[in-house]
């Protein structure tokens, strides 16, 4: 089974992309500077833009060489998809929201124990599936609501 990157690759990525791009800076990042900030394997980093630029999490333009031994990106910058992975903006979809939601309480609490315990919440919820999991919340808000 393939190893999943998404929290501590291409998320933290994706933040660091965002941090340049909401600091005012004129300079997008390359692949150079992605792989100093995240502080991983250049081959990683390569790969992983080349997902998130396929996905449509980010642009950027490809100037590989023909001999050169590994791919190498300039121009880096979040689309409109990469935004909602982070948060800045909302998720379209409610299911989605949560998941990113409780994926970013993950990344932020110390607690084994209590990283544990999300982390079991998330996998539940996951399992259960979009349809159940957004049947239950709809319920929810409808009694918090009073309808």
């Known amino acids: 089974m393939a190893e999943n990157t998404w929290m501590d690759l291409e998320m933290p990525m994706l933040e660091e992309i965002e941090r340049a791009d909401s600091s005012g800076s004129q ?3 390359d692949s150079g500077t992605l792989v100093d900030a995240i502080g991983t394997e250049a081959d990683r980093v390569d790969r992983a833009v080349e997902l998130l630029i396929e996905d449509d999490y980010v642009s ?3 100037v590989t060489s023909v001999g050169d031994s590994r791919q190498q990106f300039i121009g880096i910058k979040l689309r409109p998809k990469g935004v ?3 948060g800045r903006w909302p998720s379209a979809d409610p299911f989605e929201s949560l ?3 409780l994926e970013q309480r993950i990344r932020e609490v ?3 124990k209590e990283k544990e315990r999300l982390q079991g919440l998330l996998t539940s919820l996951k399992d259960v599936g979009k349809g159940v999991a957004t049947a239950i919340l709809t319920e929810l808000i409808k009694q918090q609501a009073g309808l």
């Open 27 to 29: 300079s997008a990042h």
């Open 110 to 112: 110390d607690d084994p």
């Open 84 to 86: 909602r992975a982070i």
């Open 99 to 101: 998941v990113g939601v």
């Open 60 to 62: 950027g333009i490809d």
